[in-house]
């Protein structure tokens, strides 16, 4: 399907019909039993952006139609994004947060309406790896999306955010190469963020990919690694995903068949 966002995007809904739903242990019906069709609302691919792809395409404005809750970047990879109760912000190279107008635009993003089909608590998480662990193990299905919001205290976290950059704009590996990281200690604050299917590598981030702001709303970035001392997992599984896609030439331009997955992993970590 084809419509008009903003003049600049087409758009086209890829709904995920998997016969799996029914085997999943929490969530995803409503008060009268019927199935609840979560949907994740994406702007462009990573692929693009990892090869540089940093024009602003979708308003916040925009993005808040389609999703309370999200992460993403901004015109000219300029910092972080962490959609969180229908407020964006923008978490730029200096670590700090800052509150975003709705003009501003997006280059990339993922938001959706969340709505937890799981809560578990979360008492000594000792690492990054150890938290994926412990999700890895509520997650039937893993062949749909998943959102996630973890509130609590963090005895360590460690971010990263990016500097705005201009055109000629860089592969996003290059930008990564001396990203500016930032490091807190016995802070509270929440993770939201995606698990994505392995199957749309190319098109978003396969398995984890979470952002981090504190409760004052003051500081945050990509999470690179963090240590919980106590938190609450909350869990919404999606089903349907729709996605934006550039309608200009430079886009146009770019190799999006190219296997980007050696260039993603070097960004994520």
Request: charged share 25%; hydrophobic share 40%; glycine share 8%.
């Amino acid at each position: 399907m084809v419509r008009k966002v903003n003049k600049l995007v087409t758009t086209f809904a890829v709904i995920l019909l998997l016969g799996l739903v029914g085997c999943l242990d929490f969530g995803l019906k409503d008060a009268q039993g019927a199935v609840v069709e979560d949907s994740i609302y994406q702007v462009s691919t990573i692929n693009a952006l990892l090869q540089g792809f940093y024009d602003g395409e979708v308003s916040c404005q925009e993005l808040k139609r389609h999703g309370d809750l999200g992460i993403g970047t901004f015109a000219g990879l300029d910092g972080e994004m962490v959609v969180i109760n229908s407020q964006v912000f923008q978490v730029k190279a200096d670590g700090k947060a800052y509150p975003v107008e709705d003009k501003v635009k997006t280059p990339f993003a993922a938001v959706t309406f969340f709505q937890a089909d799981l809560k578990k608590d979360l008492h000594n998480v000792g690492s990054y790896e150890e938290l994926q662990n412990q999700i890895n193990q509520l997650l039937p299905n893993k062949n749909i999306f998943y959102a996630f919001r973890i509130d609590g205290k963090f005895s360590y976290v460690k971010t990263r955010s990016v500097p705005k950059q201009s055109k000629p704009y860089p592969p996003l590996v290059e930008v990564t190469k001396n990203q500016p990281t930032f490091e807190f200690n016995n802070v509270q604050g929440t993770l939201v963020g995606f698990w994505c299917p392995e199957y749309v590598n190319g098109i978003n981030v396969p398995a984890y990919h979470l952002h981090f702001i504190t409760n004052d709303r003051k500081y945050g970035g990509h999470l690179l690694e963090c240590r919980i001392e106590q938190g609450k997992l909350l869990i919404d599984a999606s089903t349907n995903f729709e996605m934006v896609l550039p309608a200009n030439s430079d886009f146009g331009r770019i190799d999006l068949g190219k296997d980007s997955k050696k260039d993603l992993e070097k960004v994520e970590k």
